[in-house]
Nanobody
Framework: QVQLTESGGGLVQAGGSLRLSCLVS????????MGWYRQALGKQRELLAA???????NYEDSVKGRFTISRDNAKSTAYLQMDSLRPEDTAVYYC????????????????WGQGTQVTVSS
């Protein structure tokens, strides 16, 4: 059974930074595409960033240039470095995993983390 364990959320002032981590167990991490989603109160969950097994990355426009997704295969961990945070970045952030890239970014990832709250104060 694949498990995703997130950490690193919290409260930060606007302009600040946070790094989220997602530890994956129960799967061959090097063969798993990883993504980060977020869901703000009253809004739909949205895909922010994805990283493929070969390290190719892609970002949603609102976070491009501010957020960086990365992975460490030796540690079975994916990261989301968030800089220049804004109050509108306040949301619950989820990591997601799937060996199918289509599933990860479109049809629905097979595995989700429990979510971690990020709150950005103005």
């Amino acid at each position: 059974q694949v498990q995703l364990t997130e950490s690193g959320g919290g409260l930060v002032q606007a302009g600040g930074s946070l790094r989220l981590s997602c530890l994956v167990s129960g799967a061959m991490f090097s063969r798993t595409h990883m993504g980060w989603y977020r869901q703000a109160l009253g809004k739909q969950r949205e895909l922010l960033a994805a990283i493929t097994t070969d390290g190719t990355t892609n970002y949603e426009d609102s976070v491009k240039g501010r957020f960086t997704i990365s992975r460490d295969n030796a540690k079975s961990t994916a990261y989301l470095q968030m800089d220049s945070l804004r109050p509108e970045d306040t949301a619950v952030y989820y990591c997601a995993a799937d060996q199918s890239l289509l599933a990860l970014v479109s049809t629905g990832p097979g595995s989700w983390g429990q979510g971690t709250q990020v709150t950005v104060s103005s």
